[in-house]
């Protein structure tokens, strides 16, 4: 009795303490953060859009100094994105492990897959870019515009093949944008990535393509694509001849590729505050603006306290869209 | 201004100081990737791409390229002196390579791997300097049915390069593919095969599965075999060189290497591995000392060493002529040169004719530079079988352990590396092959993907594989050598049965 007396009371006395100690200490580590280098993981391949840009920024932040420790950027590819996204999210909610991620691994996968988060259950930090997503057909192919290329699916329906990055890639759930608001068929393509995408888009195998502007940029300039239109609220600058597809009157939403930061759910606000400024900086350097520029991508500059609506509606739409093909989508909570 | 013009300009600016020393970092780089089991040109690239920040897109170019091609030199090293293939294009170079080593004539293996990949190197330079708008085009022919036809050609063809019984290959190669179908669905994203645990939802690598399967197997071999004194053997420097007849063994299999490594390299996917593996079968096929493959052929080193050389030149014709990178570590230097402030496209040569020929050049150079790199490093490397087995076997134990680790930082592949050793011992006892188990892990997916996107295309209609011409063609290639040859070996076993009986 004595002794789980003893035990109890130093019990008590351990939880007082750890309790007395813990506040500051967790004041303490969120005022002197980075006190180490920061982690940010990439779960595309080395090489891909997504993941040069995020070892274009980090890069930007450790080179300038705009955080007193460097970002590291580590790959972790495999399933889309959402391997390396489900694999840090689930990591201690600290800022030293943060993930740069695009539009699918964390508002549409979560829809259909089993993972172990949502785009509820994590911080959004800052959209760093965004690309305009285009359909675009080979330069030879005899549809001069879209309009004859609507009228040709229009007298082949599902026929007319459609190439994209992958199922339930950004560029899938924009083909069925396309084909709700338009009520046309295509026969859609998945693709291992965007670049045998392309590929086989330039080798004749499909007949167009969804993909983002950079993804074609130099092909178009070569004169081997031709870009037929934007399939997003307004034309691109980068095709100012290729009309939005809403301009033809149909109900595109009008959705988008972003690049996003991102933090497991539970970091402490100031610790998003201080990443959100130091990403902000560096987004408003020349060299972002030079690069961005070269890959065909737009400035995207969305704040941590904006993105959570415009994350809550994409995902909205896009269950609504896939639940219209007789996809099952999962519930997120 | 000509091909010769265009070269010597390149080569003036190659040689300047700064591209010289790009070069040589890149291939001494590479070299070393090459050799250590585990982490391989992908991994040494992705790290080192922060460090390309601030440099020319030319000078990220050259040493990006040294890195690559310098990795294929390395490559067989580990491969030959220990079984453990340094990247999935030397599982081929074991069968032999190990055993020419076993035989004392591992300076032998080391010198003629190095020598071959000089020559194929070298060779398929100059078939991307001269063809590389002309081959580009034949490359984008090319489409889903065709990279089928080809990788399920070529997982016949593994069946046929093993050793032991057809059937137990072909049993491998199921149980590769059956592997290989463990995660996440490529074309759906359902999880197959995961049991609900997430880490496996990345599927097997093959890194883990080949060097458990050859190297910590060997380890197990060795140490659970009767006569585990291992003798420590002296190497004379005359075993270091290859004998007059080994060298004239190897011209042609390097030479019919060389070409088949280029043709085969200009397919997206995984085009070094069959690169390497066809030349073996054919080699085989070809010889006259058939039996002696599996049983050190020198022939069995040479070729698929010369092929892997070959493909990972051309694997650049179609990033340089087109922009698109047909292979991951091709998307790495594409990535190196955007960061540089390059971006490469179907105009790349037109735009930037110094930047290309310069490049072409220093790959010349870079050659040279490997084979003087490696050929004074044979010495060294044999001496590493001079070390007792108790310190080398758990040195090679630790060394799988932890290239494993480093590769994708996953606690999941070092259990995938420790099953597959044991999993690689119990097989080996029982006389399977295990080079078709690795190759169809590697293979498996792709068949699978190029399978379902073919059918995408057509509609459903499975006769998209066989009306398309190239897709045709590679599907009966396989058929049509093994018919004429059968026809051939027939006729021949026939007149000279008749000889034979009029003798007697």
């Known amino acids: 009795m004595r002794r789980s007396n003893t035990v109890s009371m130093v019990g008590a006395f351990l939880i007082l303490l750890s309790l007395t100690l813990a506040v500051p200490m967790a004041q303490a580590a969120e005022k002197d953060y980075p006190r180490k280098p920061i982690t940010m993981v990439m779960p595309f391949p080395a090489g891909s859009a997504t993941g040069i840009s995020a070892q274009q920024l980090a890069g930007i932040i450790t080179q300038k100094k705009f955080l007193p420790h460097p970002i590291q950027v580590v790959f972790k590819p495999g399933g889309a994105g959402s391997i390396g996204t489900a694999e840090a999210l689930q990591g201690k909610p600290d800022g030293y492990t943060l993930v740069y991620s695009a539009t699918a691994p964390i508002l549409i996968h979560p829809l259909v897959k089993d993972l172990p988060y949502s785009h509820r259950s994590l911080i959004p930090i800052i959209q760093t870019l965004r690309s305009s997503w285009i359909l675009s057909v080979r330069n030879d192919s005899p549809w001069k515009n879209v309009q004859e290329f609507f009228e040709y699916a229009k007298q082949h329906p599902g026929e007319v093949t459609v190439g994209s990055a992958g199922d339930y890639s950004w560029g899938h759930v924009g083909l069925l944008q396309i084909m709700k608001a338009t009520g046309l068929k295509f026969r859609h393509i998945p693709f291992e990535g965007s670049q045998p995408n392309v590929t086989a888009l330039l080798g004749g195998h499909i007949r167009a393509s969804m993909t983002i502007s950079g993804d074609v940029t130099k092909q178009v300039s070569a004169g081997k694509v031709r870009v037929l239109a934007t399939v997003e609220a307004e034309r691109t600058p980068y095709y100012p001849d290729a009309p939005a597809i809403r301009e033809l009157g149909y109900d595109v939403a009008g959705t988008m590729f972003t690049n996003i930061v991102i933090a497991p759910k539970g970091t402490p606000e100031a610790v998003v505050v201080t990443l959100h400024d130091a990403f902000k900086k560096a987004l408003e350097t020349p060299e972002w603006a030079d690069f961005i520029k070269k890959v065909g991508a737009s400035p995207g500059y969305i704040g941590y306290r904006d993105l959570p609506p415009i994350l809550e509606k994409y995902v909205k739409e896009t269950a609504a869209l896939l639940e219209a093909i007789g996809v099952k989508v999962r519930k997120i909570e | ?504």
């Open chain 2, 1 to 504: 201004m000509g091909v010769i013009g265009n070269l010597i300009a390149g080569f003036s600016q190659a040689l300047a100081l700064d591209n010289l020393l790009f070069a040589l970092i890149g291939v001494a780089l590479g070299s070393l990737v090459g050799v250590l089991p585990g982490i391989g040109p992908l991994g040494a690239m992705s790290l080192l791409l922060c460090t390309t920040f601030g440099m020319t897109p030319l000078h990220a170019l050259i040493f990006f390229a040294g890195i690559y091609y310098g990795s294929m030199y390395g490559g067989s090293t580990t491969s030959i002196l220990l079984n453990v293939p340094g990247e999935s294009t030397s599982v081929v170079t074991c069968i032999d390579g190990y055993q020419m080593c076993q035989k004392g004539r591992a300076g032998a293996a080391l010198f003629i791997a190095a020598a071959g990949s000089f020559v194929a190197g070298t060779l398929s330079v100059l078939g991307l300097m001269l063809f590389a708008p002309l081959l580009a085009d034949f490359a984008l022919k090319f489409g889903p049915p065709e990279y089928f036809s080809l990788t399920s050609v070529g997982l016949a063809v593994l069946t046929y390069i093993s050793s032991g019984s057809k059937a137990k290959a072909l049993l491998m190669v199921l149980v590769g593919m059956m592997i290989s179908m463990i995660g996440m669905d490529p074309v759906t994203g359902n999880q197959r095969f995961t049991l609900g645990f997430l880490p496996l939802s990345q599927g097997i690598d093959f890194v883990p599965v080949a060097m458990g399967l050859f190297g910590i197997s060997e380890v197990l071999n060795i140490v659970t075999s009767s006569s585990s004194q291992v003798r420590i053997r002296r190497v004379a420097l005359r075993e270091l060189l290859p004998s007059r007849t080994e060298i004239s063994r190897s011209v042609g299999p390097v030479v019919r290497g060389s070409f088949l490594g280029f043709f085969i390299g200009l397919v997206p996917g995984p085009a070094a591995v069959i690169s390497s593996f066809s030349s073996y079968a054919l080699e085989k096929r070809l010889s006259k000392r058939s039996s002696e493959f599996g049983h050190g052929a020198v022939e069995g080193v040479a070729g698929p060493e010369a092929a892997n050389n070959a493909a990972a030149g051309s694997a650049f014709l179609p990033l340089m002529a087109l922009g698109i990178p047909f292979a991951p570590p091709m998307a790495l230097i594409l990535a190196a040169m955007i960061i540089g402030g390059i971006l490469p496209g179907p105009t790349f040569i037109q735009e930037n004719p110094d930047l290309f020929w310069t490049f072409i050049a220093s790959m010349y150079i870079g050659n040279v530079m490997l084979v003087l790199l490696n050929l004074p490093l044979v010495g060294l490397f044999v001496s590493v079988l001079r070390t007792p087995a108790q310190i080398l076997l758990p040195v090679v134990a630790i060394l799988c352990l932890i290239g494993v680790y480093a590769v994708n930082s996953s606690s999941v592949d070092v259990w995938v590396l420790v099953f597959s050793g044991v999993l690689g011992y119990v097989l080996r006892a029982r006389g399977y092959d295990l080079a078709p188990l690795v190759l169809a892990i590697v293979l498996g997916p792709k068949v699978e993907t190029y399978f379902r996107q073919s059918l995408s295309i057509s509609g459903g209609d499975y006769s998209i594989f066989v009306t398309r011409p190239i897709s045709l063609t590679i599907a009966l290639l396989p058929l049509a050598i093994a018919l004429g040859w059968w026809l051939f070996h027939g006729a021949f076993k026939f007149s000279r049965g008749e000889e034979h009986g009029r003798e007697t």
